[in-house]
């Protein structure tokens, strides 16, 4: 202990990036499981698409949709995402609605404009179209 407390007084700096490092990564890990946007892998999104008919919402830019998207993944403009524009998804509101976008991050603040919008079932696949892609999963061009 005393050896402790004798690094963090001589390495002040680095013990405040390391506790900030650690409250960050704690702060991640609660936001996520308090989310209501919740995380599905690929398995689970085939799983999903294939028995209750989900909805695949690609979000990436044009030239990323048209170089590889998911099968039937129908794909968001970036003006109506920067509007909440969903009127397109009227007639799936009852429907699951499943976000991707490249790596998954930017895909929850989507999910949650969706949410807030009125729709019930929104999650996002975890590591976006990377993952779809590493798991070695169909792709549509």
Known sequence: M??????????????????????????????????????LGTLEMTMLMNKQDAVVLDIRPQPDFRKGHILGARQLVAEKLAKGDFSDLEKQKDKPIIVVCAMGATAKRTATQLLKAGFSQVYVLKGGMNAWTSASLPVAK
């Open 2 to 39: 005393q050896q402790l407390i004798e690094f963090v007084g001589n390495h002040y700096i680095l013990s405040s990036i390391w506790v900030a490092l650690a409250l960050l990564f704690i702060y991640s890990l609660v936001s996520s499981k308090l989310s209501p946007v919740k995380e």
